[in-house]
């Protein structure tokens, strides 16, 4: 399965690109990752939970950084099994960045493999779910890149990894004790003209 | 490994094995779990069979409602005649779900709890503006149906919370109504459009048209349009125009986006037309 | 093999002709008919399969320490376990030998087994599959057939034809090829054709892997009694697998005992080595009693139908005559050849249709990629071939501005025509097939094209394939004192009703009434070898082989019968009631007469009979061959639908489907495998397709696997029989099996056309491709 999509962040490129390969950060932008950590230049691994329809996913996952090119291009290929589902996944991903007015544009796309059981479900889940992933991470990384608070550590940092803070303004995740409130799955604010404005962009 | 199965006999130790395990899940009839089950995926360590409780499965005609208990099976709901007569769009989109075997096993509470984007009856009960009671350790709330569905195969119910009744208006405003479902594979399966629409009047000329959509966004979605003075071309416009504003279709191997938005739109034309039919019929 | 010249009075009793009714129709419907699973075995430990969930992966290591830790699991097997007590004997496959029951060093597929727990009961077996953990190594996987033709990447390292066939010894070893058959048809100059004739059509054509769905699961019993091999099984193939377990255990052929009941279902989905070399394996190295029960998941990569690939060009003169045509033709057989190599080559061969073609090149590949791997489907790959030659001959006759069936009329092989292939054409009446259908549907009444957003039309399409051939059938007649019978042969009734209707055989022949002769069930102990029941070939294959037994049987009974009377044998006839003198009038009854044989009752006479067919093997270059099969299926489709131009939805009018079967011996049943292929081919002219997302099949459950249900029958399905009677087929008989299927796509997609004036080339038509292909229409 294919996805791709672009966006705007308001910062420079070199900032944006420095994120996007700090696990301290990263762990925040992923929704349901747990655990994140870099293990050289290249190889992180980590893991990740997420829920729907009452199914529970937990899968440990390794990336690796296969393509790099500063401050504009990279390409990752991570693998992920759920061991209690039989099932894995395999997620080639490729980001482009470049600077524009507004800061930078970011155009990504995905390939998705999801083989064994939770490969029957079909495409609508995942698609369903990795929009949800989407809007997540664009969210948090302006929030990231835009928030001196999110600054980055350095680099080459290999740390455990803290829990994530809980997400005030995020779509909340399917979270098995939470009660969302209906108001509260709409974006609001800034995020909502973000939102709207990537949904145009495709 | 598989779930224990527990039966209480009352609603109150229904709700306290609940809320004492929270990875245990109401079982209504079970096609949709046991499919989850039977496919190893599911998480749940007990199902909580509801089927024993007494009253659970009453259906209840009280002049200006329709109380369904959630053990009241969608067959009923396809061939009573009460329903038929009182709600006849909430009985045609029953009557569309599966094939009788599943109609004749799953539960009309476990139909709306499933949450699933795709189901036919909630449309229809969109339309009528139902009222979904819930039951926990916690007590008893009433969720405006519009208030129901939140997200992807999420509802509004709380884990341990038991739906213990649907309660539909009936009421002598709805000037027509109507359920229209299109299918792309074979005849049997899963909508991959549905809309229901109902005309309803509004003190004396003013009226409106309710229109819910299925399986054309995450969740079963509702617009309301005002189609005072207009004629049926007029009126299918707008309410074209307001649909379209609301889907946001999933792509799978029933269609893709495009393919899906357009079948969306002829199902709110045709269900336009049909209401149109119906109202000059009367 | 008899020579007599048939004839249609038959001298015999009356059986023949009549739609007796099914045997053990009574216990299905009343469901108390024992299937397979039914029968009663020993007590078993029970199988639960861990799957990969890599399409292409090196396996690194294999934890089944908490498998091993739930309470009722006795042990956890790999196919390294296998490969050290069998070691290249593991591999086994009807063409290749290429393909272990449980993944050795590699996995090919998404849900290859990787690892079987034996646990005390299904339950537990299952939940401790799941519990099974493998490290594997990635391999980048061939993902379709132009990934596997034109990449890199290889899903074997090598092939590995299986040993035993000459024909494909010289692949023996080859590498860096995911083409592990390739078969070409050359006949005249078909390029210089193209490029002189004035009309020209081609096509990229597409038909998706579809999975056969019957409805009876699989299941699979086996285990060891005095060091003999006993298996249970759901196999359409009992003779083949008692040959593949008897060589893969290395034991002789009478140490291996395979036992079927009636199947619930098949359409070629129990054939070869499916379930029997996993549960023998496992049986024989471990001791053990073990039964392998599939879910309808798994069912779903077992084993598929063929997707395929056409790319087809066909060429016809200023007089409508087919000058010439080619085909390109890639099977994708997945990670396992199976029977592709056959299914490449002999329904390659007819790509180009039932024409008359002076220039025809036809190549036909079966190539491997890293998906379940695909087998014999009812029809064994010739629908996918028919879809590309019946829409290029439509768009050829269109373009000629002629009617597509008078064009079809002109073109199709008659009786004497020599085919494309290089073999004369025999009992096979296309001619008679397309006037029957056409005739159905009122092709020449005038047609209301447009009602509102629904446009209508007509479609027609014929269909041709080869019975496999050489093939051996075997038959013994056991009559008993009382005249009653009993038949052994290995055909396995799977719904198809071949029980029936070979105890019409033998009733025929020896004056027997209904009830009267019993089929056994096959038991390789007892029946003796058929090749396969498969490629409706066994009523003429089979039927054959018992006439002659019936035959030999009566021969038996009328000279036994001339010696009690004193007369002499040719003075003696066969008739209802028993044997009779004509010259003293006098009648024994068969019960009198065996009696006073044997002096005691209940005693028994047996005569056994071979019907062994033969061809000449294809000439490697050319592919032509003088004799490429014993008797050809003819067959005709004609829909009448109609096309809803704002949801794309297709509505089946009448569908009228005719099949040329040499002579119906029982015309019920025969209406029934014309209407059930129709229906079936419907599914795949509309709906039926498995999906595959890089590797992983999506909707591999019967959720999202759409098959046609009985709201989406045609308003009017009208099957007809066309009785060509086949030289030495049994009373004229061919089998039927296949017929209906194989041109009913094609004639819905020519209706598509007629309707729309648009060609989909690729199936299934779903309204959402109706509605892109309009809508690209209205753009141009
Ligand atoms: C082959 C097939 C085809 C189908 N096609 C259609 C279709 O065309 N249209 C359509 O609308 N639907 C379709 N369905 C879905 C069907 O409507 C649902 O499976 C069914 O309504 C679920 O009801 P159930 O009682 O069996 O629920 P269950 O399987 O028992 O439960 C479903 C969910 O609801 C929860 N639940 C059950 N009862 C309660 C309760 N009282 N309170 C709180 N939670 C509860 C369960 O925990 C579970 O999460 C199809 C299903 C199948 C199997």
Redesign the interface.
């Given at each position: 399965m294919q996805i791709s999509s672009n966006f705007t962040i308001a910062a420079q490129t070199s900032h944006v690109f420095g994120t996007l390969l700090d696990p301290k950060v990263m762990i925040k932008c992923i929704q349901g990752c747990e655990e994140l950590e870099r293990i050289d230049e290249t190889h992180y691994r980590g893991r990740i939970t997420n829920?729907?329809?009452?199914?529970?996913f937990n899968a440990r996952f390794a990336a690796e950084i296969t393509e790099l090119d500063y401050p504009n291009h990279i390409r990752a290929v991570l693998n992920g099994e759920d061991r209690h589902?039989?099932s894995s996944i395999k997620v080639t991903i490729l980001l482009d960045l470049e600077p524009t007015e507004e800061g930078s544009a970011i155009a990504y796309q995905m390939e998705i493999a999801l083989w064994g059981?939770?490969g029957?479900?079909?495409?609508?889940?995942v698609?369903?779910?990795s929009l949800?992933f989407e809007r997540d991470f664009i969210s948090e990384l302006s929030r990231a890149c835009v928030q001196p608070e999110y600054t980055p550590g350095p680099s080459s940092s290999q740390q455990e990894a803290p829990t994530p803070e809980p997400v005030q303004i995020a779509?909340p995740p399917?979270a098995?004790?939470s009660?969302?409130p209906?108001a509260a799955?709409r974006p609001i604010g800034w995020f909502a003209k973000l939102l709207a404005f990537f949904r145009r962009s495709r | 490994?598989?779930p224990r199965i527990l039966r209480p006999e009352s609603l109150a130790d229904a709700c306290a094995l609940l809320s004492q395990d929270?990875d245990a899940?109401v079982y209504g009839g079970g096609t949709a779990l046991q499919?989850?089950r039977?496919?190893?995926?599911?998480?749940?360590s007990s199902f909580v069979d509801i089927s024993g409780i007494p009253g659970l499965n009453n259906l209840h005609h009280t002049g200006n409602e329709l109380l369904v208990g959630p053990m009241v099976s969608i067959r009923r709901m396809e061939t009573d005649p009460v329903v038929r007569e009182s709600v006849p769009i909430a009985s045609a989109a029953y009557a569309k779900v599966a094939?009788p075997r599943v109609r004749n096993t799953a539960t009309v509470g476990g139909n709306i709890a499933h949450?699933d984007y795709r189901l036919d009856p909630p449309v229809a009960l969109l339309v009528l503006g139902a009222t979904i009671k819930a039951t926990s350790t916690a007590g008893t709330r009433a969720i405006p149906i519009d208030?129901f569905f939140?997200?992807?195969?999420?509802t509004?119910l709380?884990?341990g919370e038991i739906v213990t009744s649907i309660e539909i208006p009936i009421s002598n405003d709805v000037v027509a109504s109507t359920f229209v479902k299109?299918s792309?594979?074979?005849?049997?399966?899963?909508p991959s459009a549905s809309a229901a629409a109902a005309i309803v009047a509004r003190d004396g000329e003013a009226q409106i048209l309710r229109l819910a959509l299925g399986a054309l966004a995450?969740t079963p979605v509702m617009t309301a349009v005002d189609i005072t003075g207009m004629r049926e071309a007029q009126a299918t416009e707008a309410a074209v125009e307001s649909a379209m504003l609301i889907m946001d279709p999933?792509?799978?191997?029933r269609?893709?986006v495009e393919?899906k938005r357009?079948?969306g739109r002829?199902a709110v034309e045709n269900a336009v037309r049909n209401l149109w039919r119906d109202r000059q019929s009367v | 093999m008899s020579s007599e010249v048939f004839s249609l009075e038959s001298q015999d009793g009356n059986a023949v002709g009549q739609s007796w009714k099914r045997t053990n129709s009574e216990s299905k419907v009343m469901g108390t008919f024992r299937y397979t699973a039914d029968l009663p075995v020993p007590k078993c430990l029970y199988l639960g399969v861990h799957r990969a969930n890599q399409p292409h992966a090196r396996i690194d290591g294999i934890e089944t320490e908490s498998a091993m830790a739930i309470p009722g699991v006795v042990k956890v097997i790999t196919g390294a376990d296998l490969y050290d007590a069998l070691g290249e004997n593991l591999f086994t496959g009807p063409a290749f030998s290429d393909q272990p029951p449980v993944a050795w060093q590699r996995v090919r597929y998404v849900g290859e087994p990787v690892a079987v727990v034996l646990a005390e009961d299904l339950?537990t077996a299952?939940?401790a599959a799941?519990e099974i953990y493998v490290e594997y190594e990635f391999i980048t996987p061939v993902l379709d057939v132009n990934a596997a033709l034109e990449g890199t990447d290889y899903v074997h390292d090598e092939l590995r034809p299986s040993a035993v066939f000459p024909d494909l010894r010289h692949l023996m070893g080859k590498r860096d090829t995911n083409v592990n058959y390739e078969y070409n048809l050359i006949r005249g100059d078909s390029e210089t054709a193209h490029q002189e004739a004035p009309v020209t059509v081609s096509g990229e054509f597409w038909t998706p892997p579809t999975s056969h769905v019957a409805i009876e699961n699989f299941s699979a019993s086996a285990w060891v009694e005095e060091n003999r091999l006993e298996l249970v099984s759901t196999t359409q193939t009992p003779s083949y697998v008692r040959q593949a377990i008897a060589t893969m255990l290395n034991l002789r052929l009478n140490q291996v005992r395979v036992r079927t009941l009636g199947l619930g279902g098949s359409f070629g989905s129990k054939m070869y080595d499916r379930l029997e070399p996993l549960v023998a394996a496992i049986a024989w190295t471990q001791k053990l009693p073990v039964r392998l029960e599939l879910?309808r998941?798994e069912a779903f990569v077992l084993t598929t139908r063929h997707g395929v690939a056409v790319s087809s060009r066909m060429s016809a003169d200023a007089n409508g005559n087919i000058v010439a045509a080619t085909a390109d033709v890639r099977y994708d057989t997945g990670a396992y050849a199976d029977i592709g190599p056959r299914i490449a080559a002999k329904s390659g061969m007819v790509a180009c249709g039932p024409y008359r073609i002076e220039n025809a090149k036809i190549k036909s590949r079966c190539i491997y990629t890293n998906k379940p791997s695909a087998g014999p489907f009812r029809g064994f790959g010739v629908p996918q071939v028919t879809w590309s030659h019946e829409s290029l001959v439509d768009d050829l006759a269109r373009d000629l501005g002629e009617d597509p069936a008078r064009f079809r009329r002109r073109n199709l092989l008659r009786e004497g025509d020599v085919s494309p292939v290089g073999t004369v054409m025999h009992s096979a009446d296309f001619i008679g097939c397309l006037d029957a259908v056409t005739e159905a549907i009122g092709w020449t009444d005038p047609l209301e094209k447009i009602e509102g957003s629904w446009k209508w039309g007509r479609g027609v399409a014929v269909g041709i394939k080869a019975v496999l051939t050489p093939t051996v059938s075997n038959a013994v007649l056991q009559l008993n004192q009382d005249a009653s019978a009993t038949l052994l042969i290995s055909t396995v009734d799977m719904g198809q009703g071949s029980d029936t209707i070979m105890a019409q055989i033998v009733a025929d022949v020896l004056f027997l009434g209904p009830d009267r002769v019993r089929v056994i069930n096959p038991d390789t102990d007892v029946t003796p070898y058929d090749t396969i029941t498969a490629g409706s070939r066994s009523t003429y294959h089979t039927g054959n082989a018992v006439k002659k037994a019936a035959e030999t049987m009566r021969d038996r009974l009328i000279e036994i019968a001339a010696k009690q009377m004193g007369v002499s044998a040719s003075d003696c006839k066969l008739a209802p009631g028993g044997v009779i003198s004509s010259s003293s009038q006098r009648l024994i009854s068969l019960e009198d007469l065996i009696l006073s044989q044997f002096g005691a009752a209940g005693t028994t006479m047996t005569a056994e009979a071979n019907f062994t067919t033969e061809w000449v093997p294809y000439d490697r270059t050319t592919g032509q061959s003088t004799k490429i099969t014993e008797h050809w299926f003819a067959g005709a489709a004609a829909a009448e639908l109609g096309v809803d131009t704002?949801?794309?939805?297709i509505r089946i009018r009448h569908l009228a489907v005719a099949g040329d079967v040499g002579r119906a011996i029982n015309p019920a049943l025969v209406n029934q495998q014309l209407l059930g292929g129709a229906i079936m081919g419907m599914g795949h002219a509309?709906?039926d397709e498995i999906?595959f997302d890089q590797g992983q099949i999506?909707?591999g459950?019967l959720?999202?696997y759409?098959?046609?249900?009985i709201?989406?029958m045609p308003e009017k399905l009208t099957p007809i029989i066309v009785e060509n009677p086949h030289r030495t087929g049994p009373f004229g008989a061919k089998g039927v099996g296949e017929t209906g299927l194989i041109p009913i796509a094609p004639a819905i997609a020519n209706a598509v056309r007629d309707a729309i004036g648009i060609r989909i080339t690729t199936l299934p038509l779903?309204?959402?491709k109706v509605?892109?292909a309009l809508a690209n229409q209205g753009n141009k």
């Amino acid at each position: 399965m294919q996805i791709s999509s672009n966006f705007t962040i308001a910062a420079q490129t070199s900032h944006v690109f420095g994120t996007l390969l700090d696990p301290k950060v990263m762990i925040k932008c992923i929704q349901g990752c747990e655990e994140l950590e870099r293990i050289d230049e290249t190889h992180y691994r980590g893991r990740i939970t997420n829920e729907v329809a009452h199914i529970k996913f937990n899968a440990r996952f390794a990336a690796e950084i296969t393509e790099l090119d500063y401050p504009n291009h990279i390409r990752a290929v991570l693998n992920g099994e759920d061991r209690h589902l039989g099932s894995s996944i395999k997620v080639t991903i490729l980001l482009d960045l470049e600077p524009t007015e507004e800061g930078s544009a970011i155009a990504y796309q995905m390939e998705i493999a999801l083989w064994g059981k939770l490969g029957r479900l079909g495409e609508s889940i995942v698609r369903r779910k990795s929009l949800e992933f989407e809007r997540d991470f664009i969210s948090e990384l302006s929030r990231a890149c835009v928030q001196p608070e999110y600054t980055p550590g350095p680099s080459s940092s290999q740390q455990e990894a803290p829990t994530p803070e809980p997400v005030q303004i995020a779509v909340p995740p399917a979270a098995p004790t939470s009660h969302p409130p209906a108001a509260a799955s709409r974006p609001i604010g800034w995020f909502a003209k973000l939102l709207a404005f990537f949904r145009r962009s495709r | 490994m598989n779930p224990r199965i527990l039966r209480p006999e009352s609603l109150a130790d229904a709700c306290a094995l609940l809320s004492q395990d929270e990875d245990a899940l109401v079982y209504g009839g079970g096609t949709a779990l046991q499919i989850l089950r039977k496919q190893g995926i599911l998480s749940a360590s007990s199902f909580v069979d509801i089927s024993g409780i007494p009253g659970l499965n009453n259906l209840h005609h009280t002049g200006n409602e329709l109380l369904v208990g959630p053990m009241v099976s969608i067959r009923r709901m396809e061939t009573d005649p009460v329903v038929r007569e009182s709600v006849p769009i909430a009985s045609a989109a029953y009557a569309k779900v599966a094939n009788p075997r599943v109609r004749n096993t799953a539960t009309v509470g476990g139909n709306i709890a499933h949450g699933d984007y795709r189901l036919d009856p909630p449309v229809a009960l969109l339309v009528l503006g139902a009222t979904i009671k819930a039951t926990s350790t916690a007590g008893t709330r009433a969720i405006p149906i519009d208030k129901f569905f939140i997200d992807f195969q999420l509802t509004a119910l709380n884990r341990g919370e038991i739906v213990t009744s649907i309660e539909i208006p009936i009421s002598n405003d709805v000037v027509a109504s109507t359920f229209v479902k299109f299918s792309s594979l074979s005849a049997n399966d899963w909508p991959s459009a549905s809309a229901a629409a109902a005309i309803v009047a509004r003190d004396g000329e003013a009226q409106i048209l309710r229109l819910a959509l299925g399986a054309l966004a995450p969740t079963p979605v509702m617009t309301a349009v005002d189609i005072t003075g207009m004629r049926e071309a007029q009126a299918t416009e707008a309410a074209v125009e307001s649909a379209m504003l609301i889907m946001d279709p999933l792509p799978d191997v029933r269609g893709g986006v495009e393919y899906k938005r357009n079948l969306g739109r002829i199902a709110v034309e045709n269900a336009v037309r049909n209401l149109w039919r119906d109202r000059q019929s009367v | 093999m008899s020579s007599e010249v048939f004839s249609l009075e038959s001298q015999d009793g009356n059986a023949v002709g009549q739609s007796w009714k099914r045997t053990n129709s009574e216990s299905k419907v009343m469901g108390t008919f024992r299937y397979t699973a039914d029968l009663p075995v020993p007590k078993c430990l029970y199988l639960g399969v861990h799957r990969a969930n890599q399409p292409h992966a090196r396996i690194d290591g294999i934890e089944t320490e908490s498998a091993m830790a739930i309470p009722g699991v006795v042990k956890v097997i790999t196919g390294a376990d296998l490969y050290d007590a069998l070691g290249e004997n593991l591999f086994t496959g009807p063409a290749f030998s290429d393909q272990p029951p449980v993944a050795w060093q590699r996995v090919r597929y998404v849900g290859e087994p990787v690892a079987v727990v034996l646990a005390e009961d299904l339950a537990t077996a299952r939940a401790a599959a799941d519990e099974i953990y493998v490290e594997y190594e990635f391999i980048t996987p061939v993902l379709d057939v132009n990934a596997a033709l034109e990449g890199t990447d290889y899903v074997h390292d090598e092939l590995r034809p299986s040993a035993v066939f000459p024909d494909l010894r010289h692949l023996m070893g080859k590498r860096d090829t995911n083409v592990n058959y390739e078969y070409n048809l050359i006949r005249g100059d078909s390029e210089t054709a193209h490029q002189e004739a004035p009309v020209t059509v081609s096509g990229e054509f597409w038909t998706p892997p579809t999975s056969h769905v019957a409805i009876e699961n699989f299941s699979a019993s086996a285990w060891v009694e005095e060091n003999r091999l006993e298996l249970v099984s759901t196999t359409q193939t009992p003779s083949y697998v008692r040959q593949a377990i008897a060589t893969m255990l290395n034991l002789r052929l009478n140490q291996v005992r395979v036992r079927t009941l009636g199947l619930g279902g098949s359409f070629g989905s129990k054939m070869y080595d499916r379930l029997e070399p996993l549960v023998a394996a496992i049986a024989w190295t471990q001791k053990l009693p073990v039964r392998l029960e599939l879910t309808r998941e798994e069912a779903f990569v077992l084993t598929t139908r063929h997707g395929v690939a056409v790319s087809s060009r066909m060429s016809a003169d200023a007089n409508g005559n087919i000058v010439a045509a080619t085909a390109d033709v890639r099977y994708d057989t997945g990670a396992y050849a199976d029977i592709g190599p056959r299914i490449a080559a002999k329904s390659g061969m007819v790509a180009c249709g039932p024409y008359r073609i002076e220039n025809a090149k036809i190549k036909s590949r079966c190539i491997y990629t890293n998906k379940p791997s695909a087998g014999p489907f009812r029809g064994f790959g010739v629908p996918q071939v028919t879809w590309s030659h019946e829409s290029l001959v439509d768009d050829l006759a269109r373009d000629l501005g002629e009617d597509p069936a008078r064009f079809r009329r002109r073109n199709l092989l008659r009786e004497g025509d020599v085919s494309p292939v290089g073999t004369v054409m025999h009992s096979a009446d296309f001619i008679g097939c397309l006037d029957a259908v056409t005739e159905a549907i009122g092709w020449t009444d005038p047609l209301e094209k447009i009602e509102g957003s629904w446009k209508w039309g007509r479609g027609v399409a014929v269909g041709i394939k080869a019975v496999l051939t050489p093939t051996v059938s075997n038959a013994v007649l056991q009559l008993n004192q009382d005249a009653s019978a009993t038949l052994l042969i290995s055909t396995v009734d799977m719904g198809q009703g071949s029980d029936t209707i070979m105890a019409q055989i033998v009733a025929d022949v020896l004056f027997l009434g209904p009830d009267r002769v019993r089929v056994i069930n096959p038991d390789t102990d007892v029946t003796p070898y058929d090749t396969i029941t498969a490629g409706s070939r066994s009523t003429y294959h089979t039927g054959n082989a018992v006439k002659k037994a019936a035959e030999t049987m009566r021969d038996r009974l009328i000279e036994i019968a001339a010696k009690q009377m004193g007369v002499s044998a040719s003075d003696c006839k066969l008739a209802p009631g028993g044997v009779i003198s004509s010259s003293s009038q006098r009648l024994i009854s068969l019960e009198d007469l065996i009696l006073s044989q044997f002096g005691a009752a209940g005693t028994t006479m047996t005569a056994e009979a071979n019907f062994t067919t033969e061809w000449v093997p294809y000439d490697r270059t050319t592919g032509q061959s003088t004799k490429i099969t014993e008797h050809w299926f003819a067959g005709a489709a004609a829909a009448e639908l109609g096309v809803d131009t704002r949801t794309g939805r297709i509505r089946i009018r009448h569908l009228a489907v005719a099949g040329d079967v040499g002579r119906a011996i029982n015309p019920a049943l025969v209406n029934q495998q014309l209407l059930g292929g129709a229906i079936m081919g419907m599914g795949h002219a509309l709906f039926d397709e498995i999906v595959f997302d890089q590797g992983q099949i999506v909707n591999g459950t019967l959720l999202d696997y759409q098959l046609p249900s009985i709201k989406d029958m045609p308003e009017k399905l009208t099957p007809i029989i066309v009785e060509n009677p086949h030289r030495t087929g049994p009373f004229g008989a061919k089998g039927v099996g296949e017929t209906g299927l194989i041109p009913i796509a094609p004639a819905i997609a020519n209706a598509v056309r007629d309707a729309i004036g648009i060609r989909i080339t690729t199936l299934p038509l779903t309204p959402e491709k109706v509605l892109s292909a309009l809508a690209n229409q209205g753009n141009k």
